[in-house]
C-alpha cells in the first residue's frame, strides 16, 4: 500500500535535490496552496537543491513571474523550466529532422499568453489552417472551451496532414477549484484522427535533459520528483530513474474523493496507480 505523508517532514532527509511541478504543487492557478512558501523556504535554506518544472506552454521567465505572483518565494529555488521553453529551443535550434523539415507557417491554437513562443524564432504565423506548414498547439484559448471547439480545426489540419507541436502534454490542470482541458486532450484528439504530434513536457526525457544539470553533483537516488499527476509527473521521473511523490488534492482529488487539502484514502491511491500504471514511491496531502 502506498504511504500517503501529511506533508514534507518524513521525505526532506531523504534527498537532496527537488523537481517541484507548479500547477496542483505550488499553486492552483489562482493562489499558492498554504504552507508552500514555508516549505520552500525551509529546504532552501537547508542546502537543497530545488528546480520548478512545469507543462507550461510558455517561457520559463513568464512562468516563474506569474509563479511569483501568486506567492512563491523569489529566488527560494535554483531554477524554472518549463515544457515551452523546451518546445522554444527546438523552434529555435532546429536540432533534428523533424524540426528540419517542419516548415515556417505555423497556426497556433493556444492563448495570448503563451505567444512568447515565437520571439527571436525564424516562424510565420498565419490565421489559417489551410495556408499553415503544422500546428502549435499550446492549450483551448479560453477556460471555457470543449475539446469539440476545436473539432473541425483539427479533421481539417488532419486531412492536409498537418504535423502538431505539443507544448503541454497534460491533458487537465486545476484553476482554483475547476477542472479544464489542457493542450494534451487537443493533441491526443488530433492522433486519433491519425494526426502525428511531437510532444514537449513531463513525462517525455527532453525537458528532464535540459533541466538536470542544475542537479549536477547528486545522485538520482537522491533527487525526488513532487506533482500531483501520474501520467506526468510520476510517470516521467520513473522514466528518468527518480523517486517521485503525488500530491493527491490536485487533479486526481476528485478520485480519491477529497476536498482540497483532505487526506485520501490510500486504497484509492492504490487502484488508481494500478489502473493508471504508474507507481509513485509514496503520496503527500500537500507539499508543505
Not at 499553486?27 to 512558501?37: A, I, N, S
Not at 492549450?139 to 471555457?144: H, K, L, R, S, T
Amino acid at each position: 500500500m502506498i504511504t500517503v505523508h501529511d506533508d514534507i517532514s518524513a521525505i526532506a532527509e531523504r534527498y537532496d535535490g527537488f523537481i517541484l511541478d507548479l500547477w496542483g504543487v505550488l499553486h492552483d492557478g489562482t493562489r499558492t496552496y498554504p504552507g508552500v512558501p514555508e516549505a520552500m523556504r525551509r529546504l532552501h535554506d537547508a542546502g537543497k537543491r530545488i528546480a520548478l518544472l512545469s507543462n507550461a506552454p510558455r517561457r520559463s521567465a513568464q512562468a516563474e513571474k506569474r509563479a511569483v505572483e501568486l506567492g512563491v518565494p523569489a529566488g527560494k529555488y535554483d531554477l524554472v523550466m518549463t515544457s515551452g521553453e523546451d518546445t522554444w529551443h527546438h523552434f529555435r535550434d532546429r536540432p533534428d529532422d523533424f524540426y528540419r523539415g517542419l516548415g515556417r507557417r505555423c497556426f497556433h491554437i493556444g492563448p495570448e499568453r503563451d505567444e512568447n513562443l515565437f520571439d527571436g524564432v525564424d516562424l510565420v504565423r498565419v490565421d489559417d489552417v489551410g495556408r499553415a506548414d503544422f500546428l502549435l498547439n499550446s492549450g483551448p484559448w479560453g477556460y471555457d472551451e470543449t475539446l469539440a471547439d476545436h473539432e473541425a480545426r483539427l479533421q481539417a489540419a488532419a486531412a492536409r496532414g498537418l504535423p502538431m507541436v505539443c507544448a503541454n502534454p497534460d491533458l487537465i490542470v486545476m484553476v482554483g477549484l475547476r477542472i479544464v482541458i489542457c493542450a494534451g486532450t487537443i493533441a491526443r484528439r488530433y492522433e486519433e484522427l491519425g494526426g502525428v504530434v511531437r510532444y514537449h513536457g513531463k513525462p517525455h526525457r527532453g525537458v528532464y535533459d535540459r533541466m538536470m544539470p542544475v542537479f549536477d553533483g547528486i545522485p538520482h537516488a537522491r533527487i525526488c520528483a513532487i506533482g500531483d499527476t501520474l501520467r506526468t509527473d510520476v510517470a516521467g521521473a520513473a522514466a528518468f530513474g527518480l523517486d517521485s511523490f503525488l500530491v493527491t488534492g490536485g487533479v486526481h482529488a476528485e478520485e480519491f474523493g477529497i476536498a482540497p487539502g483532505g487526506r485520501p484514502d490510500p486504497a484509492l491511491v492504490e487502484a488508481a496507480c494500478r489502473r493508471e500504471g504508474h507507481r509513485p514511491t509514496g503520496a503527500l496531502v500537500g507539499f508543505r
